[in-house]
Each structure stands twice: as C-alpha cells, then as structure tokens.
C-alpha cells in the first residue's frame, strides 16, 4: 500500500444500524471502509478488492461468520480477520471463532478507540507477516541460487576431477611407454648391427647366386631378416623413441590400397565395411606403420570374434575445424569390460591364451599415434563390440609431398671413404660392398684410430656409427673436421631414441641399421654430390 492512502477495511454486518456505527467509528478514526451484508457478498468484496482487515459480525443471514472466516483463511491467509458479535460473547463462542481461523475477537459494542486499536494491532501482525513473507521468499531465492551455484560448483568440479584423471592417466601411460622405451633401447643398438650384417650379407648372396636352390634359400632367409628388422622397428615405435618418416597421406587411399591384404589377414568369416568419406583430408602420417597400425587393429578385432562378425572401417573430420582427421575400427565382437579397456594399451598386456599374442599390438598403435601428434580411444561394451577411434593430424598439403624410393644409385668414382664403426660384421660389410661398386674405402674400428688414419687418407666421405665405445660419432666428427672442415659425413645407427641422436648429429645425412647395400649406395652417392655438408 502507497504512503499516504487510507487502509481498507470490510465491514461485514447484516444489521444496518450496527455496521452503520462501526463504519462511522472506523472512517473517524481514518480508515477507508467497504461494507458487506451477507457472507456471500462479503467473500466477492474480498474477491475484488483485497482488504488487509475484514471486521466480520459472527451472525449472518446465509453463512455463519465461523464459516466465512475459515474460508478466508483458507483461500486468503494474508487478510487478517477480527470476529465481532453482540450476542455470541461467552468464552466458548470467542474460543469457536478463533479457532475458526480469527486473528482476533471483539464482544460488542465497543468504544471506537477500542475498535480502531483491535484493527491497528492486527494490522501490524500484518506488517510483521508480509515482512516475515518477503524474507521467506528472499531466503528461498538466495537458497535456490546458491543451491545453483553449488551445483554449478560440483560439476565443474567433476569435470576439473574427470580432466585430471586423463591427465594422470595419459601421465602413467608415457611413464610406461617410457621405461618400456628404456629397456628396449640398449637391446636395439645391438639387435640392429646384427640385423645389418645378416640382411647386408643375404641381399649380395641373392644378388649373386646362380643355383635357384641358392637363391630361393638366401630369399626366405632375407625375407624373415626383414621381418625380424621390421619386429624391432615397431617395439621401438610404440615407445615413441624411433623417429618416423612422417608425410602427407591420403588416408582413404591407404586403407583402399590396403583392403585386399585385410580381406586375406581376416578371413572369410569377417565381412569387412568402410564408410569413408570423400572429403577426409590428408593427414600427418608414416605410411607404412599407419598401414601397419590399421592391420594390428583389423587383427585384434578378429580376434574378438571368433565366431565371424562385422569389421567397420570409417573416416571423416573429427572437429569442427577439420584440424583433426578420424580413423575408427569398430567390431561386432566380445567386447571388453572397464578393467581392461584400462590397460588395453599396457605393452605386453593382453587377455589371448599363452602363445596367441604378445600385448604389443595397441601399444604399438598408440605409441605410433601419439608420435605422429595424434591421439586414441576406445569405446567398448561387453557383448556389444569395440571402437577404436585414431584422431591424426590433419596436413596442410592436398597431395603427398614425398617423391617416390629413389633408383638406385650410381657407381662410385673412386672416391675414398672413410668406414668407421665398431661392429666387426657391419663395418666388413660396409667396406666390401662399397669397394665392389667402387669406391676406395678405409676401415677403423673407433673413433681415435679413424682420427689417427684421417691424415694419411684425406677422405672424401666418413660414414661413421653414432654409438661407440668411449668417444660418441659426433664427437668424433667434430674433431674430424676441426682439420678438414668440409668433410662430407654419413652417418648410420641402430640407437633407438632419435631425438637423442638429433640433437648431436644436427641435420647431418643418416642412415638407419639396419640397411639395405642399395640403400647404402644411394645415401653414400647422395651425401658425395651434395654442395656443402651441414655443420653439427
């Protein structure tokens, strides 16, 4: 109510003289009054003009007052009421009226200064009410809002908890893929001279043999060097040590190119499907271990329905951006529960009876990914099948940006190289081939006496191994060129942790162990004809 208007009160009574009376005392006493003569009308007074005070007269011709004050009380708790009579005055009748919902009894007549006062002091119990309600609603708004707020709070706190449980996830998983990386580096270094030497000496024997019986042996025996060289190759992949020949890959094409020797790996109980779209951009990939991970995932899915299933092959963008290209390799397999969808990427972990697998092939898979700058997930449900999900990197080039294996290489001219490495078999083999295709060539078998044979030789090309006893590659062509500063470096190792051997050998040309004679050639021609070497 606005400051300064009169409070309206109804002055309920069927007796004329008498509300005629209490109207005059009331509007003496400056209040606004409305009059009512029935129970009736007085409900449709309160109806329409919401009094904050009824006086209403306990006898009436239609309703009793008792029942017209409980059905305000019920309808409009807020309108105090003050029950007046003449002829019910006994205690039991006040007591009636109260209980009937009245917030106050008053036997009349009664003086007007009595009336006014009855009518003041109800309206304040107004006031406090109407306060006490505005609080409630208050309290009620702050507590629905702060009750928001905390649930606000919550979620974001169990996303911030969610993303952390990634994090230290992911953390654990390169832990793993660290130590794992550790133990398998020194092995490498070794594994891969040896390789070198068998894979050397088997392609000349090839080369040279008459006998088909010869050469058919000396084939298979290249053949499983290959794949033990290859073996090596993706242990060392999925500890993200091997540094991988990254290009611009047309993943739709690739998994084409690919679906023949899938069809044969599966078997005919596997119906193989892809859903490719034609607007997958390139990605940021080695081809050949992406063909490599694309069937270790094709594998695993057989393996998870043996009793003949459905293999689901899709690409598409992953983002909104298109930064971001998605292969997925969905089966209608087993399915794998929480527990093992956990440590589905553990190396050597897997759930295939002694002999049916080595637990390395998701572990390749992700190592290989999260190199290339990728990322893998899974989605899996028991009963339901498994979705492997690879998010590659998206290449800014339309076409692959890699030429074709170049030919091989011309013949040498005589130039004179200088081999130092400290493995017997690999350093006679570099030597005898390069010398057949004729090139003069010098042989040590560490870094001092390499340095101490420098003088005399004056070499036109060191090909020297990164990791020796005592003094490192680098070290030793540091020294090297400290008297012939324009001296042509190759270099060539079988050491796992690529960014190690970056950082020491700079830009300078290298050749993995182990090689092929004609990939030797054609890196030796390379680093003979190129302008000027790269400092380290």
Known sequence: MNAGEKIVVLNVDDLEAQRYVKTRDLNAAGFAVIEAQTGAEALRMIEQHKPPVVLLDVQLPDISGFEVCAFIKTKWPEVMVLQTSATFTETEDRVSGLNAGADSYLVQPAEPVELAA????????????????SLNATLDKQVRERTEELEQANRKLRQEVTQRQKVESELLQAQKM???????????????NLLTAVVGNLDLIRARATEPRITRLAENAFKAAERGSKLTA??????????????????NRLILDAFELLNQSLGASITIKTELDARTPFVVADHNQLEVSLLNLAINARDAMPDGGTLTITTGCDDPDNRRVMLSVTDTGTGMPPDVIARAFDPFFTTKPAGRGTGLGLSQVYGLVRQMGGDVDIKSEVGKGTSVRLSLRRSIASTETTAEAQAAAENGHAERILVVDDDHDVRGLMTS??????????????????????TTVNPQLMIIDFSMPGTNGAEVVKAARAVQPSLPVLFVSGYADSAALEAAMGSAPFLRKPFRPAELASAVRSALDADSSDDL
Request: proline share 0%; no cysteine.
């Open 118 to 133: 009855a009518i003041n002091a109800l309206l304040r119990v107004r006031r406090s009410e109407d306060a006490l309600r």
């Open 178 to 192: 660290e130590a794992v990386g550790q133990l398998t580096g020194g092995l490498a270094h070794d594994f891969n």
């Open 234 to 251: 993706q242990l060392l992949a999925f500890s993200r040590t091997q540094k991988l020949a990254t290009e611009s890959v047309d993943l």
């Open 433 to 454: 081939f390069l010398s057949e295709i004729g090139y003069v060539v010098h042989e040590a078998d560490h870094g001092n006496a390499a340095l101490a044979m420098q």
